[in-house]
């Protein structure tokens, strides 16, 4: 779904807009099927800081509010702490074929292999409980590549990051 400037006829059609992007990122759908059955979202009229606003880092593209937004936050500036916070206790981080789990081992992890690299959203797509987020990993001395990030998470924290690299 993205927004177009149809959505903004006769007053209430923002807030319409404003309600299929929040529709769309909390796994309710409203794609036409052209992206295989994926909802692709894009920035939208909505409250800034609600559960399913999305918004616009610089140069980052589309990034969900919430648990997947502190996540890529934290990556790019660095922060251990407010990345291990975005999970749950019991998070779970499945590192293509590794299974990371509990805050101890995923702050260990992103010590390791996470902080100090960069991270940029070019694409947010609502999947059953959660968000698909293509995105550009480039580990701290590397160039880079493409990679999906499928968060499930709660309103308040991610339960599962399944991280898979193409």
Same mark, same amino acid.
């Given at each position: 779904?993205?927004?177009?400037?149809?959505?903004?006829?006769?007053?209430? @059609?923002?807030?319409?807009?404003?309600?299929?992007? #929040?529709?769309?990122?909390?796994?309710? *759908?409203? @794609?036409?099927?052209?992206?295989?059955?994926?909802?692709?979202? +894009?920035?939208?009229?909505?409250?800034? %800081?609600?559960?399913?606003?999305?918004? +616009?880092?610089?140069?980052?593209?589309?990034?969900?509010?919430?648990?997947?937004?502190?996540?890529? !936050?934290?990556?790019?500036?660095?922060?251990?702490?407010?990345?291990?916070?975005? =999970?749950?206790?019991?998070?779970?981080?499945?590192?293509?074929?590794?299974? #990371?789990?509990?805050?101890?081992? #995923?702050?260990?992890?992103?010590?390791?292999?996470?902080?100090?690299?960069?991270?940029?959203?070019?694409?947010?797509?609502?999947?059953?409980?959660?968000?698909?987020?293509?995105?550009?990993?480039?580990?701290? *001395?590397?160039? %880079?590549?493409?990679?999906?990030?499928? =968060?499930?998470?709660?309103?308040?924290?991610?339960?599962?990051? !399944?991280?898979?690299?193409?």
């Amino acid at each position: 779904m993205t927004r177009s400037t149809a959505g903004t006829r006769r007053g209430g @059609g923002t807030r319409m807009v404003g309600l299929l992007v #929040i529709a769309a990122v909390l796994g309710g *759908g409203c @794609g036409d099927g052209a992206t295989s059955g994926r909802t692709t979202t +894009t920035t939208g009229p909505v409250p800034a %800081g609600s559960a399913g606003s999305v918004t +616009t880092a610089p140069g980052s593209g589309p990034v969900t509010a919430g648990p997947a937004q502190a996540y890529v !936050d934290a990556v790019n500036a660095g922060d251990l702490d407010a990345l291990v916070a975005a =999970f749950a206790p019991e998070g779970l981080v499945v590192d293509v074929s590794r299974r #990371i789990e509990g805050r101890d081992a #995923i702050r260990a992890w992103a010590g390791a292999e996470v902080i100090g690299g960069t991270l940029r959203v070019l694409e947010v797509a609502a999947m059953p409980g959660g968000q698909d987020l293509l995105v550009h990993w480039a580990p701290r *001395g590397s160039s %880079g590549w493409r990679a999906h990030y499928r =968060f499930t998470m709660t309103a308040t924290a991610i339960t599962t990051a !399944d991280l898979q690299y193409a």
